[in-house]
């Protein structure tokens, strides 16, 4: 998976982006366009959390406080200062970035994974108590409203390109957009050199530390890439859907969910993320119909996958395969 990409994972890739490009072709419906935005959103946002737990072996818990703050940070200053929300998508994640480095420079010192989860998921906490209770300028669980949106544009032979609640075409390119970029940074870390050097420091930070790989600057970068990812996402959330609560962005169900995208998808894989976001986000949708059973049918499908596929969905095809290679061995015995 680390080394050069196969041409049929270049293929199946490419073919995936196509598809999602021209979804917004042949489907109108907004409510549909919503389902894609938020799969690509999710997306994002599980292969940025994967890219510290998964490849970097970090176990940390709180990454829905970098969520939170983007969305945060974000829609406060379109709200209070005017700047325009383009701008503040790269601040935001700048922010989130310098906010991870500040939490990963004493959560390094911890040796131990689970008190690494505990620290991190206590910092979350944290932010999300505080802005809950500063209701002076959050609202708290009120609401944060009167966010601005994405400020319209012309584009050669395309014309105007407009950011509506009624028209989501333009969300959900700008998500691609976003969806793409994270995806190709990704894929370039983790086939260079620097991408050998996290796995050898995810399997042995000792054999790592041996070889001239310098453990602790690594991990630094991958929770401060992470974080600002992660921040961007919380941008584009809040001027995206234009309202805001703690329980929305920052509640521990945000970052349990993510986990489950992940572990359902594939841990240690490129598309497993991808592939458990987008199958969770639109089960999640489609489940809306069965009113209370909705979480007790979600929560026990998670389990029956992880339990019959402990490697995820994106290696079922690897295993079928091999059952399918073992059953003819059999045969024809």
Not at 35 to 62: D, E, N, P, Q, R
Not at 160 to 179: E, I, N, P, Q, W
Not at 227 to 247: D, E, M, Q, R
Request: contains cysteine.
């Amino acid at each position: 998976m680390f080394g050069a990409p196969t041409r049929t994972f270049s293929v199946n890739f490419a073919l995936f982006l196509v598809a999602l490009a021209l979804f917004p072709v042949f489907v109108r419906d907004s409510y549909y366009l919503h389902v894609g935005i938020l799969c690509m959103l999710f997306a994002s946002f599980a292969l940025s959390w994967h890219l510290v737990t998964g490849y970097g072996g970090l176990k940390t818990f709180g990454h829905q406080a970098f969520f939170g703050i983007g969305a945060y940070f974000s829609a406060l200053v379109s709200i209070h200062f005017g700047i325009s929300p383009w701008l503040l998508l790269l601040v935001a994640g700048i922010v989130a970035a310098i906010l991870g480095l500040l939490i990963a420079t004493p959560v390094l010192r911890i040796r131990s994974m689970p008190h690494v989860a505990i620290v991190t998921l206590s910092f979350a906490e944290i932010i999300r108590a505080v802005i809950s209770n500063w209701r002076d300028v959050t609202r708290g669980e009120l609401g944060l409203w009167g966010i601005r949106t994405f400020e319209s544009f012309s584009l050669p032979l395309i014309g105007a390109v407009s950011f509506t609640s009624t028209d989501k075409v333009s969300f959900y390119y700008l998500m691609f957009l976003l969806f793409a970029l994270v995806c190709f940074t990704v894929l370039a870390i983790m086939r260079s050199q620097y991408g050998l050097a996290i796995i050898a420091m995810r399997e042995s930070e000792n054999a790592a530390d041996s070889l001239g790989v310098n453990v602790v600057k690594y991990k630094l970068f991958l929770f401060a890439l992470s974080a600002f990812f992660v921040g961007v996402c919380g941008s584009f959330y809040a001027h995206y859907l234009l309202i805001l609560t703690p329980s929305a962005v920052l509640h521990i169900e945000v970052i349990i969910l993510v986990i489950a995208m992940t572990l359902v998808g594939g841990v240690g894989t490129f598309a497993g993320p991808i592939i458990g976001a987008f199958l969770l986000t639109i089960l999640g949708e489609w489940l809306r119909g069965f009113g209370d059973y909705r979480m007790l049918i979600y929560g026990t499908m998670i389990l029956l996958c992880v339990m019959f596929f402990p490697g995820g969905v994106a290696k079922l095809g690897s295993r079928l395969r091999e059952f399918g290679g073992f059953s003819a061995r059999v045969a024809r015995r």
